[in-house]
């Protein structure tokens, strides 16, 4: 069974993007992004390190032929700062995909949705493809959309927190309305949190601390990647209705 | 003339483009992007903007993040 996921024209087999930080290593990353099947990661911009020169490089290890590189604008608390950072990124990768956060706060990490917003139509003004994290508020959702995204990306939780779906009633409002794709990004902490999104009706889950901070990152990487999957394939198959009484699976006639 | 690369004041003989720049501080122009005084410097520009005395210069390249 096809079951392709399509973010601006760009075709993806894998649901699960993952993120880049907060790994050991660049090549526990590498390995951990094989064990996700994932095909579309998350990079960062930041200044290259003038003084030293021998500093393992992502390239080196996450070949960007091989994956899709999404450059975020993790850091970025002004809409200025943010278009500023994708400007770059796409000179320095030739691309327009893109994840826009703007953010408000260290503590929260919380999306600031009017700063988002202005982002996003100033970027899609400039000829971005524009992935948006965002909070899960389905109007701002609708907002985004109206204005041009190519995906939705609303939290679960708090960036880091691994706290899963808090208002999986408010992502499911999302999924109902949007016609881009759906795709959560943040809060995930484990299995059960990627599967419950993906049963929820998203069209795929972005993470990055709940494998990168497992005690077995590359473990947990494969338990994401089935996670998904077991998450869309139930999304798909359509669950039974909920009961409040027991209803017996074997037959009652023909009891001794 | 001095120039501030990625926040760093540094002096350098004149003239001297961008492309002698990234010579200068051994830098391969693969995978990054350069930005004087706000705006971006395309790849395809590299050797022939001549930097001036006083610019701001930010070089970034991807790394890992979520």
Same mark, same amino acid.
């Given at each position: 069974?096809?079951?392709?996921?399509?973010?601006?024209?760009?075709?993806?087999?894998?649901?699960?993007?993952?993120?880049?930080?907060?790994?050991?290593?660049?090549?526990?990353?590498?390995? /951990?992004? +094989? %064990?996700? #099947?994932? !095909?579309? $990661?998350?990079?960062? =911009?930041?200044?290259?390190?003038? @003084?030293?020169?021998?500093?393992?490089?992502?390239?080196?290890?996450?070949?960007?032929?091989?994956?899709?590189?999404?450059?975020?604008?993790?850091?970025?608390?002004?809409?200025?700062?943010?278009?500023?950072?994708?400007?770059? /990124?796409? +000179? %320095?990768? #030739?691309? !327009?995909? $893109?994840?826009?956060? =703007?953010?408000?706060?260290?503590? @929260?990490?919380?999306?600031?949705?009017?700063?988002?917003?202005?982002?996003?139509?100033?970027?899609?003004?400039?000829?971005?493809?524009?992935?948006?994290?965002?909070?899960?508020?389905?109007?701002?959702?609708?907002?985004?959309?109206?204005?041009?995204?190519?995906?939705?990306?609303?939290?679960?939780?708090?960036?880091?927190?691994?706290?899963?779906?808090?208002?999986?009633?408010?992502?499911?409002?999302?999924?109902?309305?949007?016609?881009?794709?759906?795709?959560?990004?943040?809060?995930?902490?484990?299995?059960?949190?990627?599967?419950?999104?993906?049963?929820?009706?998203?069209?795929?889950?972005?993470?990055?601390?709940?494998?990168?901070?497992?005690?077995?990152?590359?473990?947990?990487?494969?338990?994401?990647?089935?996670?998904?999957?077991?998450?869309?394939?139930?999304?798909?198959?359509?669950?039974?209705?909920?009961?409040?009484?027991?209803?017996?699976?074997?037959?009652?006639?023909?009891?001794? | 003339?001095?120039?501030?690369?990625?926040?760093?004041?540094?002096?350098?003989?004149?003239?001297?483009?961008?492309?002698?720049?990234?010579?200068?501080?051994?830098?391969?122009?693969?995978?990054?992007?350069?930005?004087?005084?706000?705006?971006?410097?395309?790849?395809?520009?590299?050797?022939?903007?001549?930097?001036?005395?006083?610019?701001?210069?930010?070089?970034?390249?991807?790394?890992?993040?979520?």
């Amino acid at each position: 069974m096809s079951d392709i996921l399509e973010v601006a024209g760009r075709k993806l087999n894998s649901r699960l993007i993952i993120g880049t930080g907060k790994y050991e290593t660049y090549e526990q990353n590498a390995k /951990a992004a +094989e %064990a996700a #099947g994932a !095909e579309m $990661v998350t990079v960062a =911009v930041r200044r290259v390190n003038l @003084t030293d020169k021998d500093k393992p490089l992502l390239v080196d290890y996450l070949d960007p032929e091989k994956y899709l590189y999404l450059p975020n604008t993790a850091g970025c608390f002004t809409a200025e700062d943010a278009i500023r950072t994708l400007r770059l /990124a796409r +000179e %320095a990768g #030739g691309w !327009e995909l $893109v994840k826009l956060e =703007v953010l408000s706060d260290q503590k @929260t990490l919380y999306p600031d949705m009017e700063e988002t917003l202005r982002a996003a139509k100033l970027l899609i003004k400039e000829g971005f493809d524009v992935m948006v994290y965002c909070s899960d508020d389905p109007v701002y959702a609708r907002k985004l959309e109206d204005a041009g995204c190519c995906a939705i990306m609303p939290l679960g939780s708090l960036i880091g927190s691994g706290l899963g779906i808090m208002n999986p009633v408010n992502i499911r409002l999302i999924v109902e309305q949007s016609s881009v794709p759906v795709i959560v990004d943040a809060g995930v902490g484990t299995a059960s949190d990627a599967a419950s999104a993906m049963e929820l009706g998203c069209d795929g889950v972005l993470m990055n601390t709940a494998i990168a901070e497992a005690k077995d990152p590359i473990l947990m990487a494969s338990a994401m990647k089935h996670a998904v999957i077991a998450g869309r394939e139930a999304y798909l198959a359509g669950r039974m209705p909920k009961k409040r009484y027991a209803d017996p699976s074997s037959p009652l006639a023909g009891l001794i | 003339m001095d120039i501030t690369v990625n926040g760093e004041e540094k002096r350098f003989e004149a003239p001297l483009t961008v492309a002698g720049l990234l010579d200068a501080l051994e830098l391969a122009p693969r995978k990054i992007a350069v930005e004087r005084n706000l705006e971006i410097v395309p790849k395809s520009l590299f050797t022939q903007t001549a930097l001036a005395d006083g610019d701001r210069i930010e070089i970034v390249q991807f790394v890992g993040g979520g």
